[in-house]
């Protein structure tokens, strides 16, 4: 059984567990700059490169997959959020991306083997992509609406040299995030298939979107339901909400998802909203109650956290949703589905 068919049946039993955030834990650690650095020669400073630990100090990696896993995880993600060409190029590391990815599948795949092995229940390892610091659909300036910084050849480029390195390292699922770009996310995907296809085996994508604004779009001005007309062709094996606010904000535009999806959702939201010092002051109870509300309505299948959370919100998650029903995944009329910003369906 492959991983997706293996995931797709715990999914209709039970509601799965994503993984938390990695910033909080690693910020957690106080390290330093020779830390990130660990004997690596670089031009510029390291300190805040969480991605680069993956090469200079995987234990503290390993240790927040092992962590996350403990507390009930089903699925955890590889600590590559900006690990691709564009984001490292900012650190000076842009030479390093391969080997940056590859060991971050290898160490999250280590730890995620071990929990299986002690306890039988399986788990999986899923490639995260981030956005880049860069959009395809729209000017970073006012003056030149027309104007891009890259080009959708070489996004998909720099993340098709992401993609082969983590399946290289063991990744079972490709998961593009944080997507406040569709067209990034389009990208992403064409570049996802296309290192599955050279490895020779099947990894299936992920996708989660972030919203931007309480009207429920993201960057590039999507709406929930047009974002899934514009990436529904991919056939993902989940689609869903991560970020942007916190479980009870996030409630509404999850919903507006799930009905539209005939896929499975995982949704990871932060621990509410940040205070006044960027820190995050939701505990863990208080977020599995609000995620609780959740589950009147049926929304997710898997369901993890974002910015903020920790061992300690996924473990009050994994108890809250223990033994409620998984989202039934609706089955949809055959129809023409179009996207702009808003969502075009054409009546049979």
């Known amino acids: 059984m492959s991983p997706?068919?293996?995931?797709?049946?715990?999914?209709?039993?039970?509601?799965?567990?994503?993984?938390?955030?990695?910033?909080?834990?690693?910020q957690a650690h106080r390290l330093e700059e020779a830390d990130f650095r660990g004997g690596i020669e670089f031009t510029h400073d390291q300190k805040g490169n969480?991605?680069?630990l993956a090469l200079t100090c995987p234990s503290v990696i390993a240790g927040i997959h092992r962590a996350y896993l403990d507390a009930g995880s089903d699925i955890i993600e590889t600590n590559t959020f900006s690990a691709n060409r564009i984001s490292q190029a900012d650190y000076g590391a842009e030479h390093l991306v391969r080997e940056i990815?590859?060991?971050?599948?290898?160490?999250?795949?280590?730890?995620?083997?071990?929990?299986?092995?002690?306890d039988g229940r399986p788990r999986f390892v899923a490639g995260a992509i981030g956005p880049t610091n860069k959009t395809l659909s729209l000017s970073p300036d006012v003056n030149d609406p027309g104007y891009r910084?890259?080009?959708?050849?070489?996004?998909?480029?720099?993340?098709?040299?992401?993609?082969d390195a983590l399946v290289e390292g063991g990744v079972d699922f490709?998961?593009?995030?944080?997507?406040?770009?569709?067209?990034?996310?389009?990208?992403a995907a064409m570049a996802a298939r296309d290192a599955a296809e050279a490895a020779g085996r099947e990894v299936p994508i992920m996708l989660s979107m972030t919203i931007t604004d309480m009207a429920g779009r993201n960057l590039s001005g999507h709406t929930v339901e047009a974002f899934w007309h514009a990436v529904r062709h991919i056939k993902p094996l989940t689609v869903g909400l991560n970020c942007s606010f916190g479980a009870d904000l996030l409630r509404p535009h999850l919903a507006a998802l799930a009905r539209q999806a005939d896929t499975l959702i995982m949704a990871y939201p932060n621990a509410g909203l940040p205070n006044d010092l960027g820190q995050y002051d939701e505990l863990p109870?208080?977020?599995?109650?609000l995620i609780g509300?959740?589950?009147?309505?049926?929304?997710?299948?898997?369901?993890?956290?974002?910015c903020g959370t920790t061992p300690g919100h996924i473990g009050a998650i994994a108890r809250a949703v223990a033994s409620a029903p998984p989202r039934a995944i609706p089955t949809l009329p055959v129809q023409t589905r179009l996207s702009g910003l808003e969502p075009f369906t054409m009546a049979a």
């Open 4 to 26: 997706a068919e293996k995931l797709k049946s715990i999914a209709a039993t039970r509601i799965m567990m994503l993984d938390g955030g990695y910033g909080t834990q690693i």
């Open 50 to 52: 969480n991605d680069i």
């Open 101 to 118: 990815n590859v060991e971050s599948a290898r160490v999250a795949r280590e730890e995620a083997d071990a929990a299986e092995a002690r």
């Open 149 to 163: 910084e890259v080009d959708f050849d070489t996004m998909r480029d720099v993340y098709r040299e992401q993609c």
């Open 174 to 187: 490709i998961l593009i995030e944080t997507i406040f770009d569709t067209l990034n996310a389009k990208a």
């Open 285 to 289: 109870e208080h977020t599995a109650k």
């Open 293 to 306: 509300q959740w589950l009147e309505d049926g929304l997710i299948n898997i369901v993890g956290g974002c």
